[in-house]
């Protein structure tokens, strides 16, 4: 283009912005016509007089090689400004665009080109344009779902369960079953599966959604943390695995794992055993990623009850959430790798005064939870480190840390409050039973430390837990004065 446009106009075509939407309606159309469009233009020997949207259009010529431009003609009147486009084989059909439309905008300019071009482009640019309003209805999702993924206080499992919501809601990917399969030594197990477990549910759940399906987020807010089973589909497929080898053994499953690629896959070309597992008809879309420690895992999704084709556009959703999946998997097991370090003691390896103080907060808000809190003190441990040296001293806490957590029942819990002072929550408030544990925790100590503790403990319901602590901090002072080596219980 650039000997065909004289040299003046150049620099505006260069700097003028082209709406990213524009350029990815062009591109699209492109792909669908093969022919040439021949662009004949009359514009303003003065550039200053040239309006914006003549210079997009310009630099969308300069971008795409279907556009020739075969003459130009230079004009002294703005009002004479105009392009003439057609088809290199329809002699007979053009479009022009006059100088009163050049001076609106790009939406403006698009409109003009639909109205006047021949019904087959028209109908093409209608169809490009709304399969990039759903585009922009996907990555609007895709944002919320981003945004959650970044709360510190989501799980893996809501990240997964959004995904899913993602590839079957109608308003994005809209498979009818979305099945998650992750590897576990030699087999493939079901992680979680959203849609429905028969035809009947099936029409039950479309007659239920089919006027509600525009907003990703009302959806979001019925998962339901530590939820079981995601839908009955999963409670049914949970009871099965599928062997490695119906998977890897299949060419074009492993090709798209080795090309992390997804795929359309004809049920024919598919083991019995998971046809008949899954109830497959007709075709699926395979989508492999891995997860942590390199294991693979994979959606199986497909349009088992609406019988519908799978599209391309259905493909291409599905494979974006599947990576963003990824990338909201990993991130999260960054942020807990972070979380657990911030709040892991770095000698002891239990919780640290961080994570003790988060649990409490917690437990403010448990309604009706008895607890005992019990706070132990090694005694005379400032003698220790006195007489054998700091590395001793740190020797004697992690033996002790560790036999708090041989001691401790798993439902227990155990943070190190501060130098030698540890606490537990013991979910238990009768007296006898937490002194059996206490005296437990005693036992064990004595088998591999010939130094004592004390303990204090108070009983108690968790929203008066600030009480229960001050309660504890006393009978713990009261054994360090009845002579230490002993437990005290209010």
């Known amino acids: 283009m650039d000997n065909i446009i004289p040299e003046k106009y150049i620099k505006n075509i260069k700097i003028s912005y082209l709406n990213p939407g524009i350029t990815f309606l062009v591109k699209n159309l492109t792909k669908e016509i093969l022919l040439e469009f021949w662009v004949d233009i009359r514009i ?40 003439k486009i057609k088809l290199s084989d ?37 169809d490009i344009l709304i399969n990039s309003s759903k585009l922009a209805s996907v990555f609007n999702t895709s ?34 079953r979305s099945i998650l399969y992750v590897e576990s030594n030699d087999h493939f197990e079901v992680l979680r599966a959203l849609g429905p477990g028969n035809a009947k549910e099936a029409h039950q759940i479309y007659e239920a959604f089919e006027t509600l399906e525009d907003n990703i987020e009302p959806y979001l807010e019925r998962y339901d943390n530590g939820v079981k089973y995601f839908s009955n589909l999963e409670k049914y497929l949970k009871m099965y695995t599928l062997d490695k ?110 994570a003790y103080e988060k649990y409490v907060s917690s437990l403010k808000y448990t309604k009706n939870k008895e607890i005992s809190i019990a706070i132990f003190d090694l005694d005379d441990f400032k003698n220790i480190n006195d007489k054998y040296g700091h590395s001793q001293g740190d020797i004697v806490l992690k033996e002790f840390s560790e036999t708090l957590k041989l001691s401790m029942r798993d439902s ?45 403990v108070a009983r108690g319901n968790s929203n008066q837990i600030d009480t229960l602590f001050e309660k504890a901090d006393e009978n713990l002072y009261k054994a360090k004065k009845l002579g230490k080596n002993r437990i005290v219980i209010d």
């Open 44 to 83: 303003h020997e003065d550039p200053n007089e040239v309006p914006e949207t003549f210079y997009k259009f310009l630099k969308v010529c300069n971008s795409f090689s279907v556009f020739v431009i075969k003459s130009v003609e230079e004009v002294d009147k703005s009002v004479e400004q105009r392009i």
């Open 412 to 456: 227990d819990k155990i943070f190190r409050y501060g130098g030698d002072e540890f606490v537990a929550f013991i979910n238990e408030i009768d007296k006898e039973k937490v002194y059996s544990i206490l005296k437990r925790v005693n036992l064990n100590w004595k088998k591999k430390n010939k130094h004592t503790f004390s303990v204090g």
């Open 143 to 176: 944002k919320e779902l981003i945004k959650r993924g970044y709360n510190p206080d989501s799980t893996i499992d809501e990240m997964v369960f959004a995904s899913m919501v993602g590839i079957t809601g109608g308003f994005s990917g809209a498979f009818n």
């Open 90 to 126: 329809y002699n007979d059909e053009f479009v022009i665009i006059d100088y009163e439309i050049l001076k609106k905008n790009e939406t403006d300019f698009i409109f003009e080109i639909i109205k006047k071009a021949n019904p087959l482009i028209g109908l093409i640019l209608v």
């Open 245 to 354: 080898k119906v998977i890897l053994n299949n060419g074009l499953f492993l090709q798209a794992i080795q090309e992390n690629k997804t795929i359309k896959v004809p049920v024919s070309r598919i083991d019995n055993e998971i046809v008949n597992l899954l109830d497959l008809r007709g075709e699926i879309a395979f989508s492999p990623f891995y997860t942590e420690k390199d294991h693979l895992a994979f959606f199986i999704c497909d349009n088992r009850y609406t019988m519908r084709s799978i599209t391309d556009e259905q493909l291409d959703i599905l494979d974006y959430y599947a990576k963003e999946c990824v990338m909201m998997w990993q991130n999260k097991l960054f942020q807990n790798t972070l979380k657990r370090d911030a709040e892991i003691d770095s000698l002891t390896k239990i919780g640290n005064r961080r």
